[in-house]
Structures are given as structure tokens and as C-alpha cells.
């Protein structure tokens, strides 16, 4: 026995000193063990720092890939009473030992007996060597002895080796997290600061699944190490309760095997056994956890549970992931918060640029083309196409009126590169809306579509209900559609559009709706609050736009209302000449009736009746002169005739009416002959006979029933008939008089229009024909009237003479 | 039996000619004024017992003389007569007892001027009783 003792002892001194490599030091203890003891299995396990769990090291006759593996936690087996008790068991039979634990996997289910003595470093236990039998063996007194001889002696260089182990490992460590720390300092990219994490942490413990969460703006991303697509399913019981846990608490979980754990029950089916997990947490910030978990797939692999060392290790690995996490999250918002200021910047600019062209807009029409080019140019908002439409009050619908847009995806992209081509060369983005052809426009299918559209404010359509919330409507799918609208989309082309209103002054004055046929582009939130924020002076400006155009409106009805009263009071007037005329013709009725009734009926004698007959004569005479008068009056003034140059006459009633026709968009051509000799004429009634014949013409031409190109001519020049004197042509494209109209054209009191008097052409008549002049008239069915006015110089027809 | 009065106002001679040769015809006693002036000097000499009036006068026409009137005279009556249809709407004329448009044939005017001295006449004796 003392040979053996001194062999094994002697082996032990030249092993164990010169070296103090601990596996191979154990390895060898544990050999010699075997040997000399002549036992089927020998291990030893080391305790940790921590004294929570106790490590196999080495063994002879155990599955090799046991070694590190095997951790017993604290007061599992009957090493753990070793450690406890600081004395030596002996058991024949160890699986009768109420403290005996079966490690599974381990193949320690074949020894029946055990032999264990604590290794004592010192007062410290600092760990446990035992042999195991497969034959029931019953140990003696003088094993027992020996081994605990080896243990002691061993133990100082095996302390000494495991401190260097340790030192070793947390040099490992720490060189690991220092590795990792620069890695993740180098980045801002979430996802490679989570990739270098989960490689530390792998490196660092032998969990053979790592994971990392991470939350990002309240939603969970999750990556995993080694690196897989998706959520692995296995992992999900895991993350809603373990996750979860941790999320809530801010305190790591240390799940030595998950089936007996009654915390996280109802897990389900899971298919890890122990877990590891920390908060990821800055400044009373959670930024995420970070999971290690053992995962065991193989039939008969081990499963490690983690040691508190690889607790902290990972608490720190979190430490350092929380820091480049947190960074790289500031990071990312401050570069959002720049691209943000960018986009606003680019916003004033457009609306800027875009206030600018539409002060220079002179009409709806450009203005319209304007609003809308700046929402479909790429530099303006960017939208592929853009519709606008205004409230019709009076009719209930909303009207489109201008559609921009191209026609198929060809003709996007050319124009788009038109666009760009302009604007590369220096043309801002004002000059290029100024250029455009409101024409070119108007000739796309898309802008004929829009024309078409009228939609009543009674249906439950997007831009009707954009107009009655005053609210941008964005319709993304069919799911965000009524029923009304998916016939809209039908006619629309596209099944992904947006609505906004125009509002000015609380009120809903129309709405652009845009969408993204071409490139398909989802329509964002941001999106339509710049359309929105654009659309208030847009708003605005069209309701100037309409309030010019009203009042001009307005004007011109004052004018024509001004001349049409003139022409009213001469009525009036001839009305109150009426009442007048009555009366006076009633009276000297009365009495010629009254005497010559008194004649017949022999009231009268001789002298009397003589002085009856003399009455009657005189009123009869009375009578004749009314007559006469009353002509006059009727006539107007009294007849002021003088010499007059006709084609003054003319340009002054051009001047009268010239605003009014540039407003209608009515072109004025006159063409009066230079060398026409003076005319006898009565200017004023001349003049309001022009002025009645130019009224009808404008109004003919501004019904905008007709697409013909508004032209009013006027002209005049020598009579080329037999009388000489002077000829006016007038000739308008208001369409022509119906068929059925012309005979009472001359009618007093006849009219076609809704607030005419009907005077007009007969009072023109009349003034023609006092004049000794002819009156013609040239209808033209679609096209329109010429009227020609023929006057004699009168020369010698003066009544008045200057 | 003494006649009975009628004093017939208006601007023109010749109807007032006529009037009055019709009206004495009628067995009237008739006078003449010119308008509301010479009407008002004539009247309290004439005391009339019913008064034609014109409408249509130089300076006061006939239906302000007839308001005139009526703050005074309550009692004589007064007959419109006048070439104008148009009055007939206005207020005014039912201060007076009747309104007859002109016309050559002067039965419409005897007829009405008869049947009011009738009223008139009625009305008098009324009150005299009651």
C-alpha cells in the first residue's frame, strides 16, 4: 500500500508542479486514480468563486465530452454533502443516498458504488474527487485514506492551477467584451452592433443558442446567433414568457431547466432547457435582453446550466450592448431628425417658388395648371398624377376641372426627364411652371376624364368625404373603400389614391386628389400633410381667383345693366307719357264727343251750335299736335341731328365694352374705313343703337354652350348701294338665332334672354328707320348673326342745323 | 223749388263748358272753377251741393284739394271725374262719394251724380230726425 502510495505521490510531484496546465493535471490525477485504486471511474469537480456550482473537470471513465460540462448546481448530488460536510463518503450502493442525483446523459447510471473525498486547499474546499465502481464494491479504510492523501497533496497545485484557469477565463473574458466593445463602437447599424454582441456572448459561454432582442421604437426585433431567418418557432414560448418577464422586471432569469420551473408554466412545447437572460438597460432605459439558451437537439447531448459566472459575464456583455445600442438609437434619430429638416427646407422652398408663380398667374385657368404641375413635379411634391376639383354650390357636385397627368407609364417617364433636363439647365422650378402650356395640359385623356367628372356631394365617395371633414382621405386598398368609391377607382384607373380638400375660411372650396399610378409609391402620412399644408394658399388663391372673376362678373353685368336702365327709363318715361297721353287725348275726346253729341241730339241752337262746331275743331286740332308730340317723345330726345364722323360713334362704344370682351376672352376686330365722309345722324341714338347690337352679340358668344372661337367684327365703310352714305357690318360667332325665334326678333317686348327687355333691336329698328336707313340681318345657324346697317349722309336732312 | 247746386272743377275750359251745358241741361244750377284755388273762392258764395272734381289740375291736384276739403266739409259731396283709371287704386279717393273716368257720353256722370244727391239727401234727413 505505501508503494503505491509513494509510486503515485512521486508521479504526482513531477506532474503537477512544472506545469500547472489544470486539464492535463487532472487528467493525469484522475488516471492514476483509476489505476492505482483500481476503480472504473474517477472525476473531479472544482467549485466556483461563488461556491453555487461545482464543475467536473476531468474523469477517466466518462464520457469525455463531459468535461465542463457537467455542472452540478448547488446541493444537487451527493458531492455537494462532500463539499458541505468537508468528509469523505462511502457508498456502496450510491443510488440509495437520499442525496443522489443522476446527471443524465452522463452514463453514471452503470456504477453503483462511490468513493468521494473533498479536495481541501487549506481551510477551503475547493472542490471533490470521487471513483466510481460498477461492481458494488465496499471501499476500505486505507482507500479512503489514499485518496484523500492525493487530494491534499494535489490540492495546492490544483487551486493554484484553477486560479490560473480562472484568471485565464476572465482574461478571455474581458479580452472578448474589449473586442466586442470596439466592434460595436465602430458601427451605428443595429443590426451589426446585435450581431458582434451575440458572437461575444457565444464565445464567451458555451450556450449553443444565443439571442438577442432589441426594441426598436416599440416594436421587437429579434436576431439570433447562429444567424437564422425569421423567428425560429422553437424560440416563441421562450420570448413571450421569459422575454416578457424580463422586459417587465429589468431583472435577469437564470432557468436551470425549464420543465421544473412552475414560473413559466404554460410555456408550451419548448425545446430549450436552461436560459439565461438580461436586460439590456441605460439610464432606467430598456433597450432590449439578450438570451443565452442551451439548446438540446441531440438525443443524448448534454445541457448545461449557466453559472452565476456567466451571469455577471453576460451582465456586463449587456452593460456594453446597452451603451452602442442607446448611441446607435440616438444616432439614427438625429440622422432622421436631419433628413426631417432637409425635407422642410425643400418644402418652404417649393412653396416658395410656388407662391411666387401663382401671384403671377393672370387667370383660373393658369393658376389651376400651375397648383397642379407643382404637385406632380418631381422637384414640386412628386405625385405621378394630380386632379383638382371645385365646388359647384349651385348644382351640389364637385366638379373636376383640370386633370395633370400622363397618359401611360411611356409618357411619365419622358416627361419626367423633360422635367429634369429644364431644370438641370438652370430653369428654377417658377420658370418652368410659368412655361408651361395650360393647352398641352388639357389635350391628356387624363385631363378629359377629369373634365368629366361630377360628382354629387350627396355620395359617400373619398373626395366627398374629404370635403365634408375638411380631412385629407387616403385610400390604400379595397378594404379602406365604400362601395361608391371602388366605382370611383373604376373610373379613376387606380385602386390606391388621395384626397385632400382646399379650405379657405372654414370652408370647403374643392379638393386635389393625387396618386401613383406610374411608380406605384405608397401615399405616406408625411406625404399628404405636405399636400396639406400646400393646399392652404392654394385655397386661398382660388378663392381670390373666384372673387376677381366674380366681381369682374360684375362689373360687366353693371355696365349692361347700365345701359339696359337707360334704355328702361326711356321707357318709363314713355309709360308715364302714356298716362299722360291718355289724359290728354281723353279730354279733348270728351269734348268732341260730348259737343257733337249735343249737336245731334238738337241740345244746341244756331249760334251755340257754331260755337260747338269751334270747339270741336280746336281739340281735334289739340289732338293732331299730341299726336305729333307724342312721336317725338317716343323718339327719345328731340332729334339732334349733326354732322358726326360714324367711326367715332363706333371706337366709342368699343371702348365701352373692350374689358368686358377681354374678360369673356371674345376677340374685338374692327375694321373702319379711314376715308368715310361725315354722317347726318342723331350720335346718341346711333350710339344706343350699336350699343344694343354689341350687348347681344357679347352675350350670344358668352354662353359657353358653344366651342366656337369667340370673334366680333365691326366694320364699316362707303355704301356701295344706289344712296350713298355709310355701311356697318357687325358680325358675332354667337351661334346663330333659332329658326323659330327670327320673326319676332323686331318685336318689342320679345326676348330670348332671361332679363331682357327686348327693346333692343326694335329700338335699333326704329332709329335705323328714322334715320331713312335700311337694317339687315344674316343668320347663320351654329355660327352666328351679321347685321348691316345702312345709312344715307343725310346731308340734306337737317333739321338741326349746328 | 230751388235747384240744386253742383259746382264743376277742372282745368279745362271746354270740358267745363260742357259740363255745365249738360249738367243745366239736367235742370242743375251749375258753376265752374278752374282749380283748387278758384274753387275755394267760389265755394262759400256758391254753397254747392255736390262738387265734380278733377284730378289732373295745375298747382293742387284734385285729390290733395279733396283732403283739403274734407278737414272742412264733411258733408258736401264730391265726385271724382277725372280721364285717369289709375286713381281708382288710391286711398285717397275714398274721401270722395264716387269716381267716374271721363267720357263723351256724360249719361254714366248724371247717372252718379244723381244717385249721390239721393244718398246725400237720405243721409241729411236721417240725421235731421235722429
Known amino acids: 500500500m505505501e508503494d503505491l502510495g509513494e509510486t503515485l505521490l512521486r508521479e504526482l510531484s513531477s506532474v503537477s508542479l512544472p506545469r500547472l496546465y489544470l486539464p492535463g493535471m487532472l487528467d493525469n490525477i484522475a488516471a492514476s486514480v483509476v489505476e492505482t485504486l483500481d476503480a472504473d471511474a474517477c472525476a473531479i469537480l472544482l467549485l466556483d468563486d461563488a461556491h453555487a456550482t461545482l464543475t467536473l473537470k476531468a474523469s477517466r471513465g466518462l464520457r469525455a465530452e463531459a468535461a465542463n460540462h457537467i455542472r452540478l448546481p448547488k446541493d444537487k448530488g451527493i458531492s455537494w454533502r462532500i463539499v458541505r460536510e468537508q468528509k469523505p463518503v462511502a457508498l456502496t450502493c450510491a443510488r440509495d443516498d437520499p442525496d443522489f442525483y443522476n446527471v443524465p446523459h452522463s452514463g453514471e447510471d452503470r456504477f453503483s458504488s462511490m468513493m468521494g473525498v473533498p479536495i481541501m486547499d487549506g481551510g477551503d474546499c475547493i472542490g471533490v474527487i470521487y471513483v466510481q465502481t460498477v461492481e458494488p464494491r465496499e471501499y476500505t479504510q486505507e482507500e479512503m485514506a489514499l485518496l484523500h492523501e492525493i487530494a491534499s497533496l494535489a490540492a495546492g497545485s490544483i487551486s493554484a492551477g484553477w486560479r490560473i484557469e480562472c484568471t485565464q477565463e476572465s482574461v478571455r473574458f474581458l479580452s472578448a467584451l474589449n473586442e466586442m466593445s470596439r466592434r460595436v463602437n465602430a458601427t451605428d447599424d443595429l443590426a451589426e452592433i446585435s450581431g458582434h454582441v451575440i458572437r461575444c456572448a457565444a464565445e464567451v459561454t458555451h450556450a449553443r443558442t444565443q439571442v438577442i432582442w432589441t426594441v426598436e421604437d416599440h416594436s421587437p426585433s429579434v436576431r439570433h446567433f447562429p444567424e437564422a431567418t425569421g423567428d425560429p418557432e422553437y424560440l416563441r414560448p421562450v420570448r413571450e414568457g421569459i422575454v416578457a418577464h424580463v422586459m417587465k422586471t429589468r431583472l435577469p432569469v437564470k432557468v436551470d431547466d425549464i420543465a421544473s420551473e412552475s414560473a413559466f408554466d404554460g410555456l408550451g412545447r419548448v425545446a430549450v432547457k436552461s436560459v439565461l437572460c438580461h436586460p439590456i438597460i441605460l439610464q432606467d432605459e430598456t433597450l432590449g435582453v439578450i438570451l443565452l439558451a442551451d439548446h438540446a437537439a441531440k438525443p443524448d447531448g448534454y445541457f448545461a446550466t449557466f453559472t452565476q459566472e456567466e451571469s455577471s459575464q453576460l451582465s456586463d456583455i449587456a452593460q456594453v450592448a446597452a451603451q452602442a445600442i442607446h448611441r446607435s438609437k440616438t444616432r439614427r434619430e438625429l440622422a432622421h431628425a436631419l433628413e426631417k429638416n432637409e425635407r422642410n427646407t425643400r418644402e418652404l422652398s417649393i412653396l416658395f417658388e410656388l407662391s411666387i408663380s401663382m401671384q403671377q398667374a393672370i387667370n383660373l385657368d393658369d393658376l389651376l395648371a400651375v397648383i397642379l404641375s407643382c404637385v406632380t413635379v418631381g422637384e414640386g411634391l412628386g405625385f405621378n398624377r394630380a386632379m383638382l376639383f371645385l365646388v359647384n354650390e349651385n348644382l351640389g357636385t364637385l366638379q373636376g376641372v383640370l386633370g395633370l397627368g400622363p397618359d401611360t407609364g411611356e409618357d411619365a417617364a419622358r416627361d419626367w426627364k423633360n422635367i429634369t433636363d429644364q431644370m438641370t439647365r438652370g430653369a428654377g422650378l417658377v420658370q418652368w411652371l410659368l412655361n408651361r402650356d395650360p393647352d398641352e395640359i388639357k389635350r391628356t385623356r387624363y385631363n378629359a376624364l377629369a373634365e368629366s367628372l361630377s360628382i354629387s356631394l350627396l355620395s359617400d365617395t373619398a373626395p366627398v368625404r374629404a370635403i365634408k371633414t375638411l380631412s385629407p382621405v387616403n385610400v390604400k386598398s379595397f378594404a379602406d373603400m365604400s362601395g361608391e368609391d371602388k366605382e370611383f377607382a373604376k373610373a379613376l384607373g387606380c385602386d390606391r389614391f388621395a384626397v385632400i380638400p382646399l379650405v379657405a375660411r372654414d370652408n370647403a372650396v374643392g379638393a386635389i386628389l393625387v396618386d401613383n399610378l406610374y411608380n406605384d409609391k405608397p401615399i405616406t402620412g408625411e406625404d399628404l400633410a405636405l399636400l396639406t399644408r400646400f393646399s392652404a394658399p392654394t385655397a386661398w388663391a382660388l378663392e381670390n381667383m373666384r372673387l376677381v372673376d366674380r366681381l369682374s362678373r360684375t362689373n360687366r353685368e353693371l355696365i349692361t345693366l347700365e345701359s339696359r336702365m337707360a334704355q328702361v327709363e326711356r321707357m318709363s318715361a314713355l309709360g308715364e307719357v302714356s298716362a299722360e297721353l291718355a289724359h290728354e287725348i281723353k279730354n279733348p275726346l270728351t269734348v268732341i264727343g260730348g259737343f257733337a253729341r249735343r249737336l245731334l241730339t238738337g241740345a244746341a241752337d244756331g249760334g251755340r251750335a257754331i260755337n260747338y262746331a269751334g270747339i270741336i275743331v280746336q281739340e281735334v286740332q289739340r289732338l293732331e299736335k299730341l299726336l305729333e308730340n307724342t312721336l317725338d317723345v317716343s323718339r327719345g330726345q328731340f332729334d339732334n341731328r349733326k354732322k358726326a364722323d360714324f367711326n367715332q360713334i363706333v371706337r366709342e362704344v368699343a371702348d365701352l365694352y373692350w374689358r368686358v370682351m377681354a374678360e369673356e376672352g371674345i376677340e374685338l376686330k374692327l375694321g373702319l374705313a379711314p376715308d368715310l365722309p361725315p354722317v347726318n345722324v342723331d350720335s346718341a341714338q346711333i350710339k344706343q343703337a350699336l350699343i344694343n347690337l354689341t350687348i347681344n352679340a357679347v352675350e350670344a358668344m358668352s354662353c359657353k354652350r358653344h366651342k366656337l372661337p369667340r370673334r366680333l367684327r365691326i366694320a364699316t365703310c362707303k355704301s356701295s348701294g344706289v344712296e350713298p352714305g355709310v355701311t356697318l357690318v357687325i358680325s358675332d360667332t354667337g351661334g346663330g338665332i333659332a329658326p323659330r325665334d327670327m320673326p319676332d326678333i323686331f318685336n318689342p317686348f320679345f326676348t330670348t334672354k332671361p332679363s331682357g327687355t327686348g327693346l333692343g333691336l326694335s329700338l335699333c329698328r326704329k332709329i335705323v328707320r328714322l334715320h331713312k336707313g335700311v337694317m339687315e340681318i344674316d343668320n347663320r345657324l351654329g355660327v352666328g348673326v351679321t347685321f348691316t346697317l345702312t345709312l344715307p349722309y343725310g346731308h340734306q336732312d337737317v333739321l338741326n342745323a349746328p | ?130
Not at chain 2, 230751388?2 to 249738360?22: A, C, F, G, M, S
Not at chain 2, 244723381?114 to 236721417?126: C, D, H, I, T, Y
Request: charged share 35%; aromatic share 8%.
Open chain 2, 1 to 130: 223749388m230751388p235747384k240744386t247746386k253742383i259746382l264743376v272743377v277742372d282745368d279745362e275750359e271746354n270740358i267745363r263748358l260742357l259740363y255745365k251745358e249738360e249738367l243745366t241741361d239736367a235742370g242743375y244750377e251749375v258753376d265752374t272753377a278752374r282749380d283748387a284755388m278758384d274753387a275755394d273762392k267760389k265755394i262759400p258764395i256758391f254753397r254747392p251741393d255736390l262738387i265734380t272734381l278733377d284730378i289732373k289740375m295745375p298747382g293742387m291736384d284734385g285729390l290733395e284739394y279733396l283732403r283739403k276739403f274734407r278737414e272742412k266739409d264733411k258733408q258736401t259731396p264730391v265726385v271724382l271725374c277725372t280721364a285717369y283709371q289709375d286713381y281708382k287704386k288710391d286711398f285717397k279717393v275714398w274721401a270722395s262719394e264716387a269716381y267716374v273716368v271721363k267720357s263723351f257720353n256724360l249719361d254714366h256722370l248724371k247717372a252718379t251724380i244723381k244717385e249721390v244727391l239721393e244718398q246725400s239727401a237720405k243721409r241729411k234727413a236721417g240725421e235731421t230726425q235722429g
